[in-house]
C-alpha cells in the first residue's frame, strides 16, 4: 500500500439541491483512493482520472483548513468566532438563539462516503475525516455519513455532539448477508457482522442511521434470501431504513476487473452478467430487461413485510420549520418511487422537483402560508399542486404517493411470484 500526503485546492462539491438518495447539498472527499479495494467500486474507473485506485492513497492533508475556507467563502460563521465577536457566554439564551440564527444552517454535508470511504484504514494514522467532522461541528452543520468501516464508532463521541448541535446520520454500505460473499467483493471492509453491530451502536447512541443496499450485484445478490436477510438483520439493529439500489458497470477497468473476480468466483454467473451489461453503456446502466429483479421494487415488498421504510429519511436540519421538512420528505419520495421505481419520464417528475428545490432552498413556514391561502401565489404552483401539499400537511402523505406505492405494491407481488418460480440455472 502506497501513502502521499498531498494538498487539496478544494473540498466540497458542487451544490446539490433536493436530493432524493441522501438527503445531502455537499459531499467531500478525505482522501483519495480506497484500501477497502471493492470489486465493484465505480472509483476503479477511468472517469475518476485515478490509477491505482485501491492501492495508492492520496491523503489530503489540508483538508479541515480548505474546508473552513470554503465554509466561509459560502457565508458561514464558525461558533468559536462567534464566540469570540460577541462574548457569546455572556448573552442569554434568547440573545444567544437569535445570533444562530442568522447564520446560514440549511445545509447538509457528506462528510464520508463519496468517492472514497473516509473511514478506511489510513484514517488510523492520519485522522483527516476527525479533524473534517470537527470543523462541521464547530460550524454547527448537519453531517451524512456513508461508510463500510465500523472505525466510525471511534468517533462517536464526537457524532453525538455534532448530533446534539445540528444531527448526525450515518449510514452503512450493506450488500451481502453472508459475510463470506461480502469478503469476495469487498475484501478489505468490515464484515456485513461487523457493520451491523456499529449500526446498532450507532442507533443505540440516539444518532440516526440505517442501510444503504447499494449495489446489489445481479444473479449473486438480487434473490429473496439475501435480500430478506438484510431486511431482518436491519430492523434488528434498529435501523431507520434499508434503500436498495442495483450496480453500475462503466466500460474499462471498472468491468474488466469485476468480471475476472466474477469469472474466477462465480464463474456459473459470468455469462448472464456479461449479457445484462454487454451493452457497455458509458455511465455503466445495465440492460434493464435483461436484470433477473428489480432489486427496489422486491426490496419494498420485503420492506413492508417487515415493517421497515425501504427509503432514506430526509432529516430536519437546523432552524427548518416542521412543516416544511414534512412536505420536502413526501415530494422527495414522489420523485424517488416516480423515478427509480417506476422509470416515469423526466418532465413528469420535474413539478415535484422543482417545488421541492424552492422549499429546500428557503421558503415562508408552509403551514402559515396555508392558512393564510397564500400557498399558490408564494409558491407559484397550480392547484392540483396546493392539494398536494394541503394533503401532506393535514395528515402526513398524499394521494398521489398513495398512488405510486399501490403500483409498485402490485410490481412487486408479480416479481415476487416470478423470483419463487426461477431457479438460479435460470438466470442465464
Known amino acids: 500500500m502506497q501513502y502521499e500526503c498531498i494538498k487539496a485546492k478544494s473540498l466540497l462539491s458542487k451544490p446539490h439541491v433536493a436530493d432524493s438518495w441522501f438527503h445531502m447539498n455537499r459531499s467531500l472527499n478525505a482522501y483519495r483512493g480506497c484500501e477497502h479495494g471493492c470489486v465493484y467500486c465505480d472509483g476503479n ?26 465554509l466561509k ?63 462541521l461541528l464547530d460550524y454547527g452543520l448537519p453531517v451524512f455519513i456513508l461508510t ?31 459475510d463470506e460473499v461480502q469478503k469476495v467483493f469487498e475484501p478489505n471492509a468490515a464484515t456485513t457482522s461487523e457493520r451491523y453491530a456499529a449500526l446498532k ?41 434499508i434503500q436498495f439500489g442495483g450496480m453500475t458497470l462503466k466500460p474499462g477497468r471498472q468491468k474488466d476487473y469485476f468480471m475476472r473476480v466474477i469469472k474466477r468466483r462465480y464463474l456459473a454467473n459470468y455469462d448472464a452478467i456479461e449479457r445484462i451489461y454487454e451493452n457497455n453503456n458509458t ?43 414534512l412536505v420536502l420528505g413526501v415530494l422527495l ?10 422509470g416515469i419520464s423526466r418532465n413528469r ?24 391561502g397564500d400557498l399558490k401565489q408564494y409558491l407559484m404552483i397550480d392547484d392540483s399542486m396546493v392539494k398536494t401539499i394541503d394533503e401532506i400537511l393535514k395528515t402526513g402523505t398524499c394521494q398521489v404517493l398513495k398512488n405510486l406505492e399501490a403500483r409498485i405494491g402490485t410490481m412487486a407481488e408479480t416479481e415476487l411470484d416470478e423470483e419463487m418460480r426461477v431457479s438460479p440455472d435460470e438466470y442465464s
Open 283 to 325: 455511465y455503466g446502466q445495465p440492460i434493464w430487461t435483461r436484470l433477473p429483479v428489480h432489486v427496489m421494487t422486491m426490496g419494498y415488498h420485503i420492506c413492508r413485510e417487515f415493517n421497515l421504510r425501504d427509503r432514506s429519511v430526509r432529516h430536519k436540519t437546523p432552524h427548518e420549520h416542521e412543516s416544511n421538512n
Open 201 to 241: 451502536e450507532i442507533r443505540n447512541a440516539g444518532l440516526y442511521g440505517g442501510v444503504m443496499a447499494t449495489p446489489i450485484i445481479p444473479t449473486i445478490g438480487d434473490n429473496l434470501e439475501n435480500m430478506t436477510e438484510l431486511v431482518k438483520k436491519t430492523k434488528l439493529a434498529n435501523g431507520e431504513f
Open 148 to 178: 463500510k468501516s465500523a472505525l466510525v464508532l471511534e468517533y462517536l463521541d464526537l457524532l453525538k455532539e455534532i448530533h446534539d448541535r445540528a444531527f448526525a446520520n450515518v449510514a452503512f454500505t450493506i450488500t451481502c448477508a453472508d
Open 73 to 135: 467563502k459560502l457565508g458561514f460563521t464558525s461558533r468559536s468566532e462567534l464566540e469570540s465577536e460577541t462574548l457569546w457566554s455572556f448573552l442569554d439564551d434568547e440573545d444567544a438563539k437569535r445570533i444562530a440564527e442568522k447564520v446560514p444552517q440549511n445545509l447538509v454535508i457528506g462528510a464520508c462516503g463519496g468517492v472514497s470511504d473516509g473511514f478506511q484504514p489510513a484514517e488510523r494514522e492520519h485522522k483527516v475525516t476527525l479533524r473534517i467532522l470537527e470543523t
Open 333 to 342: 419520495d414522489i420523485v424517488f418511487r416516480m423515478g427509480m421505481h417506476l
Open 349 to 372: 417528475i420535474k413539478p415535484y422537483w422543482e417545488l421541492a428545490a424552492q422549499i429546500e432552498r428557503g421558503a415562508d413556514e408552509l403551514g402559515e402560508l396555508k392558512q393564510r
Open 45 to 70: 474507473s477511468e472517469y475518476y482520472h485515478v490509477d491505482n485506485f485501491s492501492s495508492h492513497i492520496r491523503i489530503k492533508e489540508n483538508a479541515a483548513q480548505v474546508l473552513q475556507r470554503e
